[in-house]
T-cell receptor, first 116, second 116 residues
Framework: DTAVSQTPKYLVTQMGNDKSIKCEQNLGHDTMYWYKQDSKKFLKIMFSYNNKELIINETVPNRFSPKSPDKAHLNLHINSLELGDSAVYFC???????????????FGPGTRLTVT | AQKVTQAQTEISVVEKEDVTLDCVYETRDTTYYLFWYKQPPSGELVFLIRRNSFDEQNEISGRYSWNFQKSTSSFNFTITASQVVDSAVYFCALSGISGSARQLTFGSGTQLTVLP
C-alpha cells in the first residue's frame, strides 16, 4: 500500500493554464506539506497543514493555493502557470505537532511539472 | 535562522569503499532535530534517520552509520562497503521545535555515485 501518493506523476502544460496536483496519505498523520524541488535539486517547503489548518505558508506567489478537504488529503492548485514554476513538487506527511517532538516526514513520489 | 551546509556537491567512489557525507548545521535553538534523506535516481525521497539534539550517541544501521557532534554542529553519514545501489542524492535536514523554526530546512544535497 502506498503511504503517500500524488497524482499526476507528470504534468506538462502551457503557460497561463491552471492545474492541480492531488496528494493523499494513508498513514493516519495529522500534518501534511508541499515542497518544491528545483532543477538543482534544492528542496524548499511551500505549505504545511495540520488537521486541515494552514500552519506554514512560505513566501510563495499567491497563484499557488493549497486546499485540505480532510486531514488525509492536501491538494495544490496553481493558477496562471509560468515557466519558472517548472519543478518537481513533493507532498509529505508526518505525525501531529506534539510539544517538543518533531517527527520524520514521509514523502510522496513527486510530480514533475513542466511548463512550456 | 536555520541553515544546513553539505559542502560536498558530488562524490564518486568505487564499490566496497567506505564514504562519508558531511553535514554542518546552524541554529540558535537548543532543541532541534536532524534528519537524513536519500533520493535515488527514481526520484522519491526516502527517510533514513532522525536524531534529536540531546541524543549524541552515534547510530549504526547495517552499513549505515551516523556521527552527531554537537561541538562542531555536524551530523555526518558514513556508508561502509558501498554498493552501486547506494548511488543517490543524500540530503541532510534540520528542524527546530517551535514557531517558524518548526519546519525542515534542507541542505543542498550530495550526489553519491558508486561505480562497479
Amino acid at each position: 500500500d502506498t503511504a503517500v501518493s500524488q497524482t499526476p506523476k507528470y504534468l506538462v502544460t502551457q503557460m497561463g493554464n491552471d492545474k492541480s496536483i492531488k496528494c493523499e496519505q494513508n498513514l493516519g498523520h495529522d500534518t501534511m506539506y508541499w515542497y518544491k524541488q528545483d532543477s538543482k535539486k534544492f528542496l524548499k517547503i511551500m505549505f504545511s497543514y495540520n488537521n486541515k489548518e494552514l500552519i506554514i505558508n512560505e513566501t510563495v506567489p499567491n497563484r499557488f493555493s493549497p486546499k485540505s478537504p480532510d486531514k488525509a488529503h492536501l491538494n495544490l492548485h496553481i493558477n496562471s502557470l509560468e515557466l519558472g514554476d517548472s519543478a518537481v513538487y513533493f507532498c509529505a506527511s508526518s505525525q501531529g505537532r506534539f510539544g517538543g517532538s518533531v517527527s520524520e516526514q514521509y514523502f510522496g513520489p513527486g510530480t514533475r511539472l513542466t511548463v512550456t | 535562522a536555520q541553515k544546513v551546509t553539505q559542502a560536498q556537491t558530488e562524490i564518486s567512489v568505487v564499490e566496497k569503499e567506505d564514504v562519508t557525507l558531511d553535514c554542518v548545521y546552524e541554529t540558535r535553538d537548543t532543541t532541534y532535530y536532524l534528519f537524513w534523506y536519500k533520493q535515488p535516481p527514481s526520484g522519491e525521497l526516502v527517510f533514513l534517520i532522525r536524531r534529536n539534539s540531546f541524543d549524541e550517541q552515534n547510530e549504526i544501521s547495517g552499513r549505515y552509520s551516523w556521527n552527531f557532534q554537537k561541538s562542531t554542529s555536524s551530523f555526518n553519514f558514513t556508508i561502509t562497503a558501498s554498493q552501486v545501489v547506494d548511488s543517490a542524492v543524500y540530503f541532510c535536514a534540520l528542524s527546530g521545535i517551535s514557531g517558524s523554526a518548526r519546519q525542515l530546512t534542507f541542505g543542498s544535497g550530495t550526489q553519491l555515485t558508486v561505480l562497479p
